[in-house]
């Protein structure tokens, strides 16, 4: 503790405003350590010396650091850090000219900080990674950019130039080629203007230290700072016969940290060439792998990053919902409206008011965070027959299907309604937290298993902005804002979709439902969005519009016995056990968890089915997780028969409503049973009907 490289000292000082120590060593075999050591003195830090290993250094920063009094010993090195838990001095010597001997009595400096340099290595992952080949740099002692495989150029430090002058004369040279090539001459070519002139010196490549005597104990060499590696390893490999340097690195774990190396592998090369009379170039170097960039040990950690934690999404109404008041749940990765509280309501009396303008007159809910895949391509109704349990193939141009989805295993992984565009092309709709999933789903199967299909599946969630309007008034509303959609029952029915203009806006307008009323989903390219609600807002002000959030459209859709897929489901919930076996289709041939719903164990008695519950208490909402016992016991434990899935009071039925995943639960209707509550308390519910409310559909026709 208390050794670090200099452009860490220096990256402290300067973007963090952090002094790693009090009183500095640097040690260095080249300028850029004069630098960090003018840095540090610059924030009050004491510099006792820079120990030098090259005899006679010269340039300006050896200038400034002179003419800034700090103390520069020349053709030395640090030979030893004297402390335990944290350094307390350093023992510096004299250097022979070959770098193999400490020729003087050493002296011994106080500090509490060592920063090291040994000069620079080029970032040359990308150019390795594009097969090109490098070469060594013998007056640098790094590894450059050699011989192009593929049509690029290396410029800069990541050609080995790491002084600004050289960078901006070689990035010029590159930019001017390059401007050459793609047909422009050379009167078009702007010249850059010249840098500041050099200001390093040569550096001096010196690989190890030599110890303090022969009678001096030899202390740790550190290669690899990450992974602990020390020259003492690498000469142990070499005498176990580990040459090939892919071979060090997996004997020594060289090069196996999140800098994959930047710090330790050639000065490791170094080593092992010494060690086996072989020089660097001949040894070469290990393969570079993605990523060329250092893995953050913070991610690695899972610090403490809060909401950058995760990439935040928004819709374009977002700001519009912000302006509302509405606190934001997070789906996913998206911020959606929790509900809106007007005058300082709470989230009941909000959530209220919600479900009963829907219900009663006309709402309003941003959808746009429901995922979108645009399927093309002649093989397309094969994948929609394969993916979901239903059949597909008699679906007709502009008309929509619910599916479900399953797992090989025969469980339900998502739901939604997809719609048939064109002879070839549909649009899928699956659940906010499960688009990314689904999406990698369907790519599994067709990069994997189905390789003939012509079918390309198309991420379009952020193209299309959805807005939902819902209830019985909004029939009357949309009409006010489209001229060229035929709203009549007959040719705009439920599950199909017809294209026009709402409100001015090219749209795809759709006849599909989560809330059990008559409602219209409008899809126009995610820059009207804003538009469009606005326009919806101002038209539906006589009609009373209301906007609803997440809460108060899982209380309708609850109402319905519409379930939400890892909510109402758990991993291990089959489309029977939902009571939608009519989902799953008797005639296609296959389909994904067509097998595994065949398994005795799946249609056996005693599974747990999804039913819906009456507390015997109306005004009492069973807590969603609560367990239905089979049994009332004293103590726990309590034979488990299920759960409650999704619980709400219900303004329109004003009482409790609950679903829950109960043992042969259809088979137990007007059943009562028994739940037993976290404080102990036991309460009773009815097992009824999942369909609370509207359960033929009447309303949602319209």
Request: some cysteine; proline content about 6%; hydrophobic content about 40%.
């Amino acid at each position: 503790p208390g050794v670090m490289l200099a452009s860490a000292a220096r990256t402290y000082v300067n973007r963090y405003a952090v002094r790693p120590g009090r009183r500095a060593v640097v040690f260095t075999t080249n300028d850029s350590a004069y630098a960090a050591a003018i840095d540090l003195k610059a924030v009050d830090m004491e510099i006792a010396a820079i120990v030098d290993a090259r005899r006679e250094p010269a340039g300006s920063l050896v200038t400034q650091a002179r003419e800034a009094g700090i103390e520069i010993i020349t053709g030395q090195a640090v030979a030893s850090a004297i402390g335990w838990r944290s350094v307390k001095a350093v023992e510096v010597a004299a250097l022979d000219e070959a770098g193999h001997k400490l020729t003087s009595e050493p002296r011994r400096i106080s500090c509490d900080l060592i920063c090291v340099s040994g000069g620079w290595n080029p970032t040359v992952h990308l150019f390795s990674q594009s097969r090109g080949k490098l070469r060594f740099d013998d007056a640098r002692g790094c590894f450059a950019p050699g011989e192009s495989f593929q049509a690029e150029q290396s410029a800069g430090a990541a050609n080995g130039a790491f002084e600004l002058a050289e960078c901006l004369s070689e990035g010029a040279a590159a930019g001017a080629a390059a401007a050459r090539a793609s047909g422009l001459s050379a009167a078009d070519v702007v010249k850059a203007p010249p840098g500041p002139p050099a200001q390093d010196g040569p550096p001096r490549l010196l690989w190890l230290v030599p110890p303090l005597g022969e009678k001096r104990k030899i202390g740790k060499h550190f290669v690899d700072y990450q992974n602990d590696v020390t020259a003492a390893d690498v000469s142990l490999a070499a005498r176990e016969g580990y040459l090939s340097v892919e071979h060090l690195k997996r004997y020594t774990t060289l090069g196996m940290g999140t800098d994959q190396g930047k710090t330790s592998n050639v000065n490791a090369l170094a080593l092992l060439a010494h060690d086996t009379d072989s020089d660097i170039p001949s040894l070469g170097v290990t393969t570079f792998r993605p990523p060329y960039s250092p893995t953050t040990i913070g991610a690695l950690a899972g610090r403490e990053i809060a909401d950058f934690g995760d990439p935040i999404r928004r819709t374009p109404m977002h700001h519009w919902h912000e302006l509302a008041g509405a606190p934001f749940e997070n789906v996913g990765q998206w911020k959606r409206p929790w509900y809106y509280s007007y005058a300082g309501e709470g989230m009941h009396h909000a959530v209220t008011r919600e479900c009963l303008a829907v219900r009663r007159s006309v709402g309003i809910v941003d959808a746009s965070t429901l995922g979108k895949i645009d399927i093309h391509g002649p093989d397309a109704v094969e994948l929609l027959n394969m993916v979901y349990t239903n059949a597909w193939h008699d679906l007709e141009i502009g008309h929509s299907r619910y599916g479900l989805m399953c797992d090989e295993q025969g469980f339900v992984i998502d739901d939604g309604v997809t719609t048939r565009l064109g002879p070839n092309h549909y649009l899928m709709t699956t659940t906010t937290g499960n688009a990314a999933r689904v999406l990698a789903w369907l790519e599994e199967w067709l990069q994997c298993e189905f390789l003939k299909w012509r079918v390309y599946c198309t991420s379009v969630t952020e193209q299309w902005a959805t807005i939902a309007l819902a209830g019985p008034n909004a029939r009357r509303l949309l009409t006010e804002l489209t001229a060229d959609i035929d709203l009549s029952p007959n040719a705009f029915p439920h599950m199909t979709v017809r294209s026009g203009h709402v409100a001015g806006i090219p749209a795809r307008v759709f006849r599909v439902s989560f809330t059990g009323e008559l409602s219209y989903e409008i899809n126009v390219p995610a820059s009207y969005g804003m538009t469009l609600w606005t326009a919806c807002m101002t038209a539906g002000a006589r009609y009373g519009i209301t906007p609803f959030g997440t809460e108060s459209m899982h209380v309708l859709r609850a109402e319905k016995g519409y379930i939400i897929v890892g909510q109402d489901t758990d991993g291990t919930v089959t489309p029977l056990d939902l009571g939608m076996g009519w989902i799953v289709s008797k005639k296609k041939r296959d389909f994904l968890g067509k097998r595994g719903m065949a398994r005795p164990d799946l249609a056996r008695a005693g599974r747990k089915q999804l039913v819906g519950l009456r507390a015997h208490d109306p005004s009492f909402v069973l807590p969603e997780g609560t367990h239905a016992v089979s049994e009332v016991r004293r103590k726990p434990p309590m034979p488990m028969i299920g759960h409650v899935t999704s619980s709400y009071m219900s303004p329109i039925l004003e009482r409790s409503i609950a679903l829950a995943l109960i043992v042969d639960g259809r088979k137990r209707k007007g059943e009562s049973i028994s739940l037993s509550l976290l404080d102990g308390a036991v309460v009773q519910a009815e097992i009824v009907d999942p369909r609370f409310y509207d359960p033929d559909g009447a309303k949602l026709h319209g």
